[in-house]
C-alpha cells in the first residue's frame, strides 16, 4: 500500500453545487448567465479551478464552454421533477418557511420524496475520489452535504446558505425537520449571512436534534464529528461595479431618464417579483404619502421594477396581479390632468448599463422586504451613489440581512405603512451633507467587505478529516 499525498486545501479546486448551472443559450453559443452567484464565484473558480455542478435547465449543455474558466457538470431533471422539487418543495414549502412563514408553505410528501431524489442526483453527479473543496448553495440542496458525506468524498464541504435560517418553533412545522438538519450538518462548515441566521440555526439544533451538542458556535454530533458554523456576509465586487457605473453608456442610459423625469425626484425599488419583497407595502407607503402631501404628486416619481419570478407558482401570480392592481389605483387617484403618471412600473429585467443609471439616477432608493437573506441591490445602490459623487439615501429594512452592515441606512419596518411612508418623507427632506455623510461610510463598508473578503472567509482553509488517502 501506498500513500500519496494531496495537496493542500487551499489548493484543491472548488467543486460547486448549485440549483442552476450558471449559463444561458444565445442564437449560437453558450454565454455566462448575469446573476450575483455566477459573477461571486467566477474569481475562485478562475484562480483554482473547477467545477460547477448544477441543473441544466432541461437543455444539452456542454461540459466545457469557450471562455469559461470552469467544467460545467450537468443534472439532468424530468419534468415532474423540476415540478415537485423546484416549483415545490423548494419553492412552496422551504422558501416560505425559511423567509420566516410571510407565505403559508405547503407541506406536501410527494415533492419531499421527490426532493430528496433530486439531491441523491446532483451527488450521484460527484466523483467521491476527487479530491476538492465541496461548497454547496443554498436551499435547494439542503441534504447534499449529507449525501456526500456519505459517500466520503474526498476533501472539506462546505454549505452556504443564501436566504436566512428562522428561529426553532418556525422551522419546527416542517415535516421533515430532522432530515434536513442532519443533510446540513453533512457539511464541515456550515455559513450564514449573519449572526442572527447562524444562532436560529443552532437553537434549532439544539432544540430539535437529540444525538447532538450544541457548543458555543459548534455542532457536536453522536459519532464524534464536529460542524463549525460561520455568518459570513455575501457581497457585491464594489470596484467593479464602480467602473461600471461611470462608462459612456451608462452616462448616456442616465442623460435620457434625467431628461424623461426632470423636474421630479426618483424613487426606485429594484426587486424580483417576490412576496418577501414588500412591493405591496412600498406602494401603499407611496400611496398614503401622495394622500398626505398632496404637493408631492408633481414633484415625485417612483419607479418599480420588477423581475418576472416563479409565474409557474400561485402565489407569484397573484401577487403580479396584487401589485398591476395597486399601481393602477395609485396612478389612476394621483395623476394630475396632463402630467406624467406618479408610479412608473416595469415588469421585466433590464440590462445591467440601465440598472446602473436607474441606481444613479434615484434620489432614494426604497428596499423594503419583508424579509431578505442579505439584499444585494442595497449594496450596489450606495456604490454607485458614492462612486459618482451622487447625494441618494437609502431606506432599508429592519428584516434584510444588509442592515447589519449597512447602518447609516434609514431603517424601516415595512409593515407599518405610515411607518413607512415618514421614513419615505424623511428620505426626500435629509440635507444634502448628511445623505453624503451616510453614503461615504456605507460605502467604505462594502468597500471593506467585498465579494472577495466574502470568497475569503468561505473558502478559507480549516483542518479538513481526510487530507491523505491510501491507495
Ligand atoms: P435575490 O432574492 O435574487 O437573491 P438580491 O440579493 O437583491 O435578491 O439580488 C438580486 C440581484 O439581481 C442583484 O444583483 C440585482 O442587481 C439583480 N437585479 C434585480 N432586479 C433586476 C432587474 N430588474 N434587472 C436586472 N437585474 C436585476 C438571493 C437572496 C438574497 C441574497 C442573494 C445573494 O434572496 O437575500 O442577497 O441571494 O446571496
Not at 415532474?80 to 416560505?96: C, I, K, M, Q, S
Not at 456519505?150 to 432530515?179: C, D, K, N, Q, T
Not at 417576490?274 to 416619481?301: C, F, N, Q, S, V
Request: net charge neutral; hydrophobic share 40%.
Amino acid at each position: 500500500m501506498s500513500s500519496s499525498a494531496m495537496p493542500p486545501e487551499d489548493e484543491l479546486p472548488v467543486i460547486a453545487f448549485a440549483n442552476r448551472l450558471p449559463v444561458r443559450r444565445t442564437r449560437n453559443s453558450w454565454r455566462l448567465s448575469d446573476g450575483g452567484l455566477v459573477s461571486a464565484l467566477q474569481p475562485a473558480m478562475r484562480s483554482r479551478g473547477g467545477i460547477w455542478v448544477g441543473w441544466d435547465g432541461g437543455t444539452q449543455t456542454p461540459r466545457e464552454v469557450p471562455g469559461l474558466d470552469f467544467e460545467l457538470r450537468p443534472v439532468s431533471l424530468s419534468r415532474r421533477e423540476v415540478d415537485a422539487y423546484y416549483h415545490g418543495f423548494a419553492n412552496r414549502t422551504l422558501w416560505p418557511l425559511l423567509h420566516g412563514l410571510v407565505e403559508q408553505p405547503t407541506f406536501d410528501r410527494f415533492s419531499w420524496d421527490v426532493y430528496r431524489r433530486v439531491n441523491e442526483h446532483f451527488a450521484d453527479v460527484d466523483d467521491p475520489s476527487q479530491p476538492g473543496l465541496r461548497w454547496v448553495h443554498d436551499y435547494h440542496l439542503l441534504l447534499l452535504p449529507g449525501l456526500l458525506r456519505r459517500r466520503e468524498a474526498l476533501g472539506r464541504i462546505g454549505f452556504f446558505l443564501h436566504v436566512p435560517f428562522p428561529p426553532p418553533e418556525v422551522f419546527a412545522r416542517l415535516p421533515w425537520r430532522a432530515s434536513v438538519l442532519e443533510g446540513m450538518l453533512g457539511a464541515d462548515v456550515v455559513s450564514f449571512h449573519t449572526q442572527r441566521y447562524r444562532g436560529n440555526f443552532l437553537r434549532t439544533c439544539a432544540q430539535l436534534l437529540d444525538d447532538v451538542r450544541v457548543d458555543g458556535t459548534i455542532v457536536r454530533l453522536h459519532d464524534g464529528r464536529v460542524v463549525r458554523t460561520a455568518a459570513h456576509p455575501i457581497s457585491i465586487d464594489a470596484a467593479d461595479l464602480a467602473n461600471r457605473a461611470r462608462t459612456a453608456n451608462v452616462e448616456r442610459a442616465l442623460d435620457g431618464l434625467r431628461t424623461q423625469f426632470a423636474p421630479r425626484r426618483l424613487l426606485l425599488g429594484v426587486d424580483r417579483l417576490d412576496y418577501t419583497k414588500g412591493i405591496p407595502e412600498r406602494l401603499r407607503a407611496i400611496e398614503l404619502l401622495l394622500e398626505m402631501r398632496p404637493e408631492l404628486r408633481r414633484w415625485i416619481t417612483f419607479v418599480q421594477v420588477a423581475v418576472p419570478s416563479r409565474g409557474e407558482i400561485r402565489e407569484y401570480r397573484d401577487l403580479r396581479a396584487h401589485v398591476e392592481q395597486l399601481v393602477g389605483r395609485i396612478n389612476g387617484r394621483f395623476t394630475e390632468p396632463g402630467l406624467d403618471v406618479p408610479v412608473h412600473y416595469l415588469y421585466r429585467g433590464v440590462t445591467a448599463d440601465r440598472l446602473l443609471a436607474y441606481y444613479r439616477a434615484a434620489d432614494v432608493c426604497l428596499v423594503t422586504p419583508l424579509q431578505d437573506g442579505m439584499n444585494l441591490v442595497a449594496k450596489e445602490y450606495v456604490t454607485v451613489q458614492d462612486a459618482t459623487a451622487g447625494a441618494g439615501a437609502l431606506v432599508l429594512s429592519e428584516f434584510t440581512g444588509a442592515i447589519e452592515e449597512l447602518r447609516q441606512a434609514l431603517p424601516c419596518n415595512p409593515f407599518d405603512i405610515e411607518g413607512l411612508a415618514g421614513t419615505i418623507s424623511l428620505a426626500l427632506e435629509l440635507d444634502e451633507e448628511d445623505r453624503r455623510r451616510r453614503l461615504a461610510k456605507m460605502a467604505a463598508t462594502i468597500r471593506a467587505h467585498d465579494v472577495y473578503a466574502w470568497l475569503d472567509e468561505e473558502l478559507a482553509a480549516t483542518p479538513a478529516p481526510k487530507l491523505v488517502r491510501t491507495a
